[in-house]
């Protein structure tokens, strides 16, 4: 039997904001997601526990089936790992976007106008973090390039940090003042934010965004901080091998974490203009040496952040045709499989942040298809049945 997750990150909405009554999974053409439901079962699965912050970590995590009460230690340290950092149990690490603030001469009164720095690219954000290195790095203090805005800071052998970060998503449109760090420590890391605009103000890469309409990387920003995770390989877990289809450094982390075969494809970048077909052949591809793959997409959250009610409703249009393709192509190897399609968590338009209510899910068993007869919506799949928590999919998934 094969196995195959396609999680729409933040594909779940609510029936609020510019598109209410209706959600994006309500107006999108998706006659293949359909399809899959009415053929498979329907329902809806709490993916983020009681007393955890909403975010697609911990939700991934208990997607591929792990108790992020038992293995979670923090972001950052599971983007690390799709870095190629080697971690030491006293390391701490945080991510660090690139963002562009509205400034203010007094700096708490700036604006966060974009978490992304207009989806700034990898390679421009190379050359900026090289420059940030030089300027505010130290032997125990480096700065590593993720992918697009998402990067990382590296602190070596630091006890611990006191101190409390906000996620800069969560704070579009408002003065930065009070989500600048908090705590003990939180001055040391809100003046690196400081400092780091200055640094950027001239730099060769902003000058350049800036002639082409682009917005510029005005600051640095931490969030996600932990330390080295405490991942169980999914092999020793659960008796299969995988691959991880993701743009994002996140998922790859986790990938690597418990040992998945970490694919990469050409084209991607984890949002709406991302290569989905190339993802999908990729995960079918992948069927020939895994039991197991997990194929995710990072655009409808980006477009959840961004209050972008088209661009949502075009990004589940998109996996739409994956999910097809995978299908189909499935169907041709004819080798039973088990195809599951869900978000991790909300990203309702009209917040533009996450919540960690129950979302909905598909799963399709080739050999026992249970025709419940249901599309995929939230509101359909509150008909179907309900998981307690993320790790029941793959369980239900593997008839555990």
Same mark, same amino acid.
């Given at each position: 039997?094969?196995?195959?997750?396609v999680?729409? #990150? +933040?594909?779940?909405?609510?029936?609020?904001g510019?598109?209410?009554?209706?959600?994006?999974? #309500?107006?999108?053409?998706?006659?293949?997601?359909?399809?899959?439901?009415?053929?498979?079962?329907?329902?809806?699965?709490?993916?983020?526990?009681? +007393?955890?912050? &909403?975010?697609?970590?911990?939700?991934?995590? =208990?997607?591929?089936?792990?108790?992020?009460k038992?293995?979670?230690?923090?972001?950052?340290?599971l983007?690390?790992?799709s !870095?190629?950092?080697?971690?030491?149990?006293?390391?701490?690490?945080?991510?660090?976007?690139?963002?562009?603030?509205?400034?203010?001469?007094?700096?708490?009164?700036?604006?966060?106008?974009?978490?992304?720095?207009?989806?700034?690219?990898?390679?421009?954000?190379a050359?900026?973090?090289?420059? !940030?290195?030089?300027?505010?790095?130290?032997?125990?203090?480096?700065?590593?390039?993720?992918?697009?805005?998402?990067?990382?800071?590296?602190?070596?052998?630091?006890?611990?940090?006191?101190?409390?970060?906000?996620?800069?998503?969560?704070?579009?449109?408002?003065?930065?003042?009070?989500?600048?760090?908090?705590?003990?420590?939180?001055?040391?890391?809100?003046?690196?934010?400081?400092?780091s605009?200055?640094?950027?103000?001239?730099?060769?890469?902003?000058?350049?965004?800036?002639?082409? +309409?682009?917005?510029?990387?005005?600051?640095?920003?931490f969030?996600?901080?932990?330390?080295?995770?405490?991942?169980?390989?999914? $092999?020793? $877990?659960? +008796?299969?091998?995988?691959?991880?289809?993701?743009?994002?450094?996140?998922?790859?982390?986790?990938?690597?974490?418990?040992?998945?075969?970490?694919?990469?494809?050409?084209?991607?970048?984890?949002?709406? $203009?991302?290569?989905?077909?190339?993802?999908?052949?990729?995960?079918?591809?992948?069927?020939?040496?895994?039991?197991?793959?997990?194929?995710?997409?990072?655009?409808?959250d980006?477009?959840?952040?961004?209050?972008d009610?088209?661009?949502?409703?075009? =990004?589940?249009?998109? !996996?739409?045709?994956?999910?097809?393709?995978?299908?189909?192509?499935m169907?041709?190897?004819?080798? &039973?499989?088990?195809?599951?399609?869900?978000?991790?968590?909300?990203? &309702?338009?009209?917040?533009?942040?996450?919540?960690?209510? &129950?979302?909905?899910? !598909?799963?399709?068993?080739?050999?026992?298809?249970?025709?419940?007869?249901?599309?995929?919506?939230?509101?359909?799949?509150?008909?179907?049945?309900?998981?307690?928590?993320?790790?029941?999919l793959?369980?239900?998934?593997?008839?555990?």
């Amino acid at each position: 039997m094969k196995y195959i997750i396609v999680l729409g #990150d +933040g594909m779940a909405d609510v029936p609020k904001g510019p598109l209410a009554p209706k959600t994006p999974l #309500d107006l999108a053409k998706k006659p293949n997601i359909d399809k899959l439901a009415r053929d498979g079962e329907v329902g809806m699965i709490a993916t983020v526990d009681a +007393g955890l912050k &909403p975010g697609s970590d911990v939700a991934n995590l =208990s997607v591929l089936g792990y108790d992020p009460k038992e293995c979670y230690t923090g972001r950052s340290p599971l983007e690390a790992l799709s !870095i190629g950092l080697d971690l030491d149990a006293d390391d701490i690490c945080m991510r660090t976007n690139l963002v562009t603030l509205n400034i203010n001469l007094n700096f708490s009164k700036s604006i966060l106008t974009d978490y992304s720095a207009g989806e700034i690219s990898t390679e421009e954000s190379a050359e900026i973090f090289k420059t !940030i290195n030089e300027k505010l790095g130290t032997e125990l203090r480096q700065f590593y390039t993720g992918v697009s805005y998402r990067n990382c800071l590296l602190l070596k052998h630091r006890v611990s940090v006191d101190a409390t970060f906000t996620p800069p998503h969560d704070i579009q449109g408002k003065a930065i003042g009070e989500y600048l760090p908090q705590g003990k420590d939180g001055a040391e890391f809100a003046s690196l934010i400081e400092k780091s605009v200055s640094i950027l103000a001239k730099h060769p890469v902003n000058l350049k965004r800036i002639a082409e +309409g682009k917005n510029p990387a005005t600051a640095i920003w931490f969030w996600g901080m932990g330390t080295k995770p405490k991942l169980e390989p999914l $092999k020793d $877990k659960y +008796g299969l091998t995988g691959a991880m289809i993701s743009a994002t450094d996140l998922l790859r982390g986790i990938g690597k974490g418990i040992g998945m075969d970490v694919i990469n494809v050409e084209g991607v970048t984890g949002t709406v $203009k991302t290569n989905f077909m190339g993802k999908a052949k990729a995960a079918v591809e992948a069927m020939d040496g895994h039991d197991f793959a997990f194929v995710h997409f990072e655009a409808p959250d980006e477009c959840g952040h961004q209050g972008d009610a088209p661009g949502k409703i075009l =990004s589940i249009e998109k !996996i739409d045709e994956v999910v097809g393709y995978i299908r189909e192509q499935m169907e041709k190897r004819g080798e &039973p499989f088990v195809l599951a399609v869900l978000p991790d968590h909300q990203t &309702p338009l009209y917040l533009r942040t996450h919540v960690g209510a &129950p979302v909905p899910f !598909i799963v399709y068993n080739s050999l026992h298809p249970a025709k419940c007869g249901l599309t995929y919506s939230e509101r359909t799949a509150e008909k179907g049945i309900y998981l307690s928590n993320g790790r029941a999919l793959i369980k239900m998934m593997i008839n555990e």
